[in-house]
């Protein structure tokens, strides 16, 4: 590949390869880009010049990315989404602002993420946070394609160096969960996991950060997470289903000390032993990305933004 011909490379001819795998179809690509279907092919066999490789097969039903196509389209997707976050930031630069992307899981992004990003502005209110929740399996896969700067998200702090090599995580603070019983079950107050496992539960849904502390929880003790009889989304729920005696379920300790959870719901918090996950900033290792550097050297440099966090009532 000649290196100094990339340069000739233009932002539509990239758009044109990510549609191309999209849709499999000259035509359908032409439509989505304004463009004729002899066009796009003229400007397929001009990549392919440029980039010196057979990007899509060609057939009478469509095309179909080779591994170099499927390459060169990862790749494009990529650049196109700095593009159009370059153009946010250009924006906000009228304003002298720098816009961060950052995921979080709705729990940790609805309970601690109001007190990191408050103290964000009062110590740098020139930047400025792009928040995104959802599940931590599609946030890192988000995190990976380019989509978000940094994650804030809970990790196993024992597997950080085997789970994937190409992340970078920065711890920031741990949370506790507590593993909760319906009142009147004192008989399990100092149970361990090899009798917590023949116990009816409920658990958070699948994918989600707490779900993870529980099946670890097991794991530590070389147990298979039992099957639950429901699961729940909200711990609020979850601690209302244990308060009726459905089952046991694991809630963070905030929850236990909310003011506002009703007075008549009622639970015993069992296994006094640590279970808790560890929350921390993940970046993509070596990346070049200057604004996951910034969130992180603004951690560094302002350390009382989570002591505000760990001090913050529920």
């Given at each position: 590949m000649n290196t100094q011909r990339l340069h000739q490379l233009r932002f539509q001819q990239l758009a044109m390869l990510v549609e191309l795998e999209r849709t499999g179809s000259m035509r359908q690509t032409a439509a989505a880009l304004h463009l004729s279907a002899p066009a796009i092919s003229k400007s397929l066999l001009e990549i392919e010049r440029i980039l010196d490789a057979t990007l899509f097969e060609r057939f009478t039903s469509g095309v179909q990315p080779t591994l170099s196509g499927k390459i060169a389209a990862k790749g494009a997707a990529f650049l196109l989404k700095e593009?159009?976050?370059?153009?946010?930031?250009?924006?906000?630069?009228?304003?002298?602002?720098?816009?961060?992307?950052?995921?979080?899981?709705?729990?940790?992004?609805?309970?601690?993420?109001?007190?990191?990003?408050?103290?964000?502005?009062?110590?740098?209110?020139?930047?400025?946070?792009?928040?995104?929740?959802?599940?931590?399996?599609?946030?890192?896969?988000?995190?990976?394609?380019?989509?978000?700067?940094?994650?804030?998200c809970s990790y196993d702090s024992d597997d950080t160096t085997t789970s994937n090599s190409t992340l970078r995580y920065d711890h920031l603070f741990d949370v506790r969960l507590c593993i909760i019983a319906p009142k009147g079950r004192e008989d399990l107050l100092s149970a361990?996991?090899?009798?917590?496992?023949?116990?009816?539960?409920?658990?958070?849904?699948?994918?989600?950060?707490?779900?993870?502390a529980i099946e670890n929880f097991f794991k530590r003790a070389q147990l298979i997470t039992p099957e639950p009889l429901m699961e729940w989304t909200s711990a609020v729920t979850g601690l209302n289903l244990v308060s009726a005696g459905i089952g046991l379920s694991i809630v963070p300790e905030v929850i236990l000390k909310n003011p506002s959870i009703d007075s008549e719901t009622e639970v015993l918090e069992i296994a006094t032993r640590d279970v808790g996950m560890s929350v921390g900033l993940i970046s993509v290792l070596n990346s070049q990305n200057f604004r996951a550097a910034l969130l992180r050297s603004l951690f560094d440099l302002y350390p009382e933004l989570l002591i505000r966090v760990k001090a913050s009532p529920p």
């Open positions: 593009l159009h976050h370059l153009q946010d930031e250009i924006k906000a630069a009228s304003h002298a602002e720098t816009i961060i992307r950052v995921g979080a899981p709705p729990f940790i992004a609805q309970r601690y993420l109001p007190g990191i990003m408050a103290g964000l502005l009062e110590y740098q209110p020139a930047v400025r946070l792009k928040l995104h929740e959802d599940r931590a399996i599609p946030l890192m896969q988000a995190l990976l394609e380019g989509e978000l700067d940094a994650l804030v361990d996991a090899h009798q917590l496992i023949h116990e009816r539960w409920v658990f958070p849904t699948r994918h989600t950060v707490i779900r993870g």
